[in-house]
């Protein structure tokens, strides 16, 4: 009797330091985990996320986005998710973002469905806080796959190249990125694009940042072979964070903007953009 109960207390014993172990081990990584962009605030400026052009720091969040644009014809088109998604920070050089197909809904004679999956990889190149510089320098590769659904979305995949920096002043930023678009394939009917976006910001108190963006995209081959697109997207921010907050602790942003056509020709006159952002 005594070899059975010192056998059980035995295994009650491991078990409860398996457990203990493994809480430990979970903590570790969730303290871990939240501390990335923490962590990020010692190797790069401390701006916000632009609207619509790509963010060259690393950040850890979520977005939950939806856009209604109306185009140049008075067609009205509504995009739940607008894409946007999710992105993870991987050590101090990398962030991975995954976007979910937004759902697309028209209202015309088009059919409603899903749009394209898309990823994407940052790497930075070089960076540094208020006391090294206040900059950043970021290579961007995004990869879209054609996934939608009723044309919803792009005839073949592609990829998106991108060169992406902002410099900090006092309370200004600005950020400016170039790259393109690169279909996979049907390149005489989809052509190539050039995207360059140029982003000024101003954190006007500590709740509230606002911003304007030029977003500008050239056509080369297909259809709009030759055309410019330019939106100018004024934008504002409002970050919500509790009385105790920390640098390790999540936060929201409630923010949103209008992209409104500056360009003699445009596929839509103006896209009215609402968000929520959770950073963590």
Do not use: C
Not at 36 to 61: E, G
Not at 171 to 197: C, E
């Amino acid at each position: 009797m005594n070899r059975y109960r010192t056998i059980f207390n035995l295994a009650l014993t491991v078990a409860i330091a398996a457990g203990a172990s493994v809480a430990s081990a979970q903590q570790s990584f969730l303290s871990t985990f939240q501390g990335h962009n923490a962590a990020m605030t010692k190797l790069q400026p401390a701006m916000i996320t632009p609207l619509m052009a790509t963010d060259p720091r690393l950040v850890q969040y979520a977005k939950f986005s939806f856009a209604n644009s109306r185009s140049s014809a008075g067609t009205e088109t509504t995009s739940y998710g607008n894409g946007k998604g999710y992105g993870f920070i991987g050590g101090d050089r990398y962030e991975f973002d995954v976007v979910p197909p937004a759902y697309i809904q028209h209202n015309s004679s088009a059919l409603d469905g899903f749009g394209d999956m898309s990823t994407l990889v940052k790497y930075r190149i070089a960076s540094g806080n208020a006391e090294h510089g206040n900059f950043i320098v970021t290579a961007v590769l995004s990869h879209t796959f054609a996934t939608g659904s009723y044309k919803n979305g792009a005839a073949t995949d592609s990829y998106g190249p991108m060169i992406s920096g902002a410099y900090t002043f006092k309370k200004f930023d600005v950020v400016s990125n170039i790259g393109g678009s690169m279909p996979t394939g049907k390149i005489y009917a989809q052509g190539r694009s050039v995207l360059w976006n140029n982003v000024l910001q101003m954190h006007a108190t500590r709740p509230l940042w606002f911003e304007v963006e030029s977003n500008s995209s050239f056509y080369f081959g297909g259809e709009h072979d030759g055309k410019i697109q330019n939106l100018m997207t004024p934008g504002v921010f409002y970050v919500v964070r509790r009385k105790e907050w920390k640098s390790t602790h999540p936060f929201f942003i409630v923010d949103g903007g209008m992209q409104i056509a500056t360009s003699h020709y445009h596929a839509l006159d103006h896209n009215g953009i609402g968000e929520l952002r959770m950073l963590f």
